[in-house]
């Protein structure tokens, strides 16, 4: 978007006056106006309900939220917020627009005293022009729906991204294909690969490096010695250099010392080894051998007498390298081979230097040919043509994000700033997911969960009853998580495993089942019992714990007497030994002492009741009620 100076008529105004409303235990501010909307920047970010919110996952158009979270980072966050409301209003002529969540926007409330107001004017008519609708003085998001039809049925976008088809001839979009073969390309705006100036740079600075490169053999005979073959040469000497040298060193200590001719050149026992073997001339042994038999300074031969695993190699050599250069050679001296090597010694420098870029795969004579076309200038001609329209293609994109601001700014703010529509059940807030029906109960409170584990930890603090479910549906290829909060009734009969039906926003039924639970006092009267069921609880546990051991330790006692091997005949029995009562003296006397103490506190306990007077009986009791169920009565209340 080109940069001006917004003069919009809707000029924040200092030392706003708020109004705020008691809801949740503390104040929320109202933001029922235009001027509300403008002054939020002035509004203390402590008095904000929430700072930041997922762009996905939340009852609200995701385009809108895609717009306004600028940085892309998932999260719409209030200077985000803040930032959409200031260019939403600097656009129009009245602010007021913004709270009244409309789709369609006349053009005149279009505000033309900026730059950026007129592209946006002249993008809308473009737009309605488009669909046949020129005399239209208005716009909707019905409109602008299809501005992406629109933008891909443009020659240029704005984007400074040039596809294929853009080029004017054949010749030239083939050299684009090209230049993405080798650098890659880039999404265009409307979802197409292209290339940019970058990669232009990029793609012709390496071909210029490449061909430079290339021409320093092309005027050097000694690098260039056999033209255009030079490279298949190289291949060629390269494939027996090492076994060539290794024969001729050979052959140089056989003349040193003629007894090192015979062993040099294998022995009887190497042969041997050999012959219990299925030979060919691809078998890594018959390779090992010298290329040829050696004697003192004997030349190597080319025709005859070669070992049979380097035949096809040598002939290679002898056609594209000794013929050329030495003319129909039946051998080869070592004179001959030193001057060879020297030879390619040049290549092997040049070779050396060869630069590391992408455009080698091309070939050296389509990067040439490309070089020599004006083919970058005209590929640069186009990339400016495109970013010519860049302001107007990008006004076409702001009308379409003017109208999403529009119809749904002032709904996020009233769900971001405060909580308006969830406490004055107005409507329900973008964080409520849906509706989960279970245990004969409704709960409206239903939000999405991605992790289980990292929401538990802070939602225990709410001290609300939280019921975790998993919702399935479409046989358990869609799947998601909500915590539902449970309001009204007990929780009782609430359990992990129990079925329930959920409905999305959509109207969408999903199977919900209860993964976890949060357990809190959902009311008075179950913050009155809770104490005494945690007590019945505790002493069933401790019961069914006892039951199980003594279950466990009688199992214990049959496997072990099942396992005894049957006593032989007239074998004396072990003796069964005698009940030891000092043993068990402690047992008792612990078992005692409990047993009184317990009568001693039940028996105080009558005995100050017994001494109160009738009439001071009912209020002993409900005191000694409030002890105990007081506290979870108070917190209940509270929350």
């Keep these: 978007m080109v940069p001006s100076q917004m003069t919009s008529p809707n000029a924040i105004q200092p030392n706003h006056e708020w109004r705020f409303f008691r809801a949740g235990g ?11 909307l403008l ?33 892309n980072d998932g999260h719409v966050h209030a200077s985000e917020v ?30 033309d005293t900026s730059v950026e107001g007129r592209y946006l004017i002249a993008a809308a008519h473009r737009i309605l022009l488009g669909l046949g609708k020129p005399e239209a003085e208005s716009i909707s998001l019905t409109d602008t729906a299809d501005t992406e039809k629109l933008l891909a049925e443009m020659r240029f976008n704005g984007d400074g991204v040039i596809t294929p088809k853009v080029a004017e001839n054949s010749e030239l979009q083939a050299v684009l294909e090209d230049i993405m073969a080798c650098c890659g390309g880039l999404r265009d705006r409307c979802g197409e690969n292209g290339v940019s100036s970058e990669i232009i740079e990029q793609f012709f600075t390496q071909a210029q490096i490449y061909a ?20 298949a040469a190289a291949d060629a000497y390269n494939a027996v250099k090492i076994k060539i040298t290794d024969y001729f060193t050979r052959c140089s200590m056989a003349a040193y010392d003629p007894r090192a001719a015979l062993p040099l050149s294998r022995s009887v026992e190497d042969y041997q080894l050999l012959a219990d073997h299925d030979l060919s ?24 007498g070669i070992n049979p695993a380097w035949i096809q190699a040598i002939q290679a050599l002898r056609a594209k390298v000794l013929v050329p250069l030495f003319g129909e050679k039946i051998s080869l001296t070592t004179d001959e081979w030193v001057m060879l090597c020297e030879k390619f010694s040049a290549l092997k420098n040049w070779l050396a230097e060869k630069p590391v870029t992408d455009v080698e795969k091309l070939g050296i004579t389509r990067i040439q040919s490309i070089l020599v076309g004006n083919y970058r200038t005209a590929i640069e001609d186009l990339i400016a043509q495109d970013k010519a329209l860049e302001s107007e293609v990008n006004a076409i994109a702001a009308v379409d994000k003017l109208l999403h601001y529009c119809r749904n700014l002032y709904t996020l703010v009233n769900n971001f700033v405060s909580f308006h529509n969830f406490y004055t059940n107005r409507d329900k807030a973008v964080f409520q997911v849906g509706t989960l029906y279970m245990d004969g109960r409704s709960c409206e409170l239903c939000v999405d969960v991605e992790d289980v584990n990292k929401h538990v930890v802070l939602a225990n603090l709410s001290r609300v009853c939280l019921v975790y479910c998993e919702c399935t549906r479409s046989g358990g290829t869609e799947k998601m998580f909500v915590a539902a ?40 009267r179950q913050a009155f019992w809770s104490p005494y069921k945690r007590v019945g609880k505790m002493i069933s546990e401790q019961i069914q714990k006892l039951a199980a051991a003594r279950s466990q330790a009688a199992e214990a006692r049959l496997l072990q007497a099942t396992s005894i091997p049957s006593q032989e005949f007239g074998t004396a029995k072990p003796a069964v030994p005698a009940f030891d009562m000092g043993k068990f003296a402690g047992i008792f006397a612990a078992i005692g002492l409990a047993v009184g103490a317990l009568g001693t506190a039940v028996a105080a306990i009558l005995t100050g009741l017994m001494g109160l007077a009738w009439w001071q009986l009912p209020f002993a009791i409900l005191g000694l009620l409030l002890l105990v169920s007081g506290p979870a009565m108070l917190i209940a209340c509270i929350n």
């Design 212 to 231: 430079a490169w290339w021409q320093q053999a092309e005027v050097d005979s000694a690098i260039w010695f056999l033209g255009e073959h030079t490279l």
């Design 26 to 36: 503390f104040d929320q501010v109202c933001i029922d106006t235009g001027a509300d």
């Design 281 to 304: 001339t691809t078998t890594i042994e018959v390779a090992a051998f010298p290329l040829a038999t050696i004697d003192a300074n004997k030349p190597l031969p080319l025709l005859e």
């Design 39 to 71: 002054a939020l920047a002035q509004l203390d970010q402590k008095l904000w309900v929430a700072l930041s919110c997922p762009s996905r996952g939340i009852e609200f158009d995701t385009k809108t939220l895609a717009l306004i979270d600028a940085n």
């Design 82 to 111: 803040i930032a959409a409301v200031q260019w939403a209003a600097a656009l129009l002529k009245d602010v007021n627009l913004l709270v009244q969540n409309v789709d369609v926007l006349p053009l005149a409330a279009i505000n």
């Design 485 to 524: 909060a449970f309001t009204a009734g007990d929780s009782d009969q609430l359990m992990v495993g129990r079925n329930g039906v959920f409905y999305d926003r959509k109207g969408q039924d999903w199977y919900a089942t209860i993964v976890r639970i949060l357990e809190h006092p959902i009311s008075v």
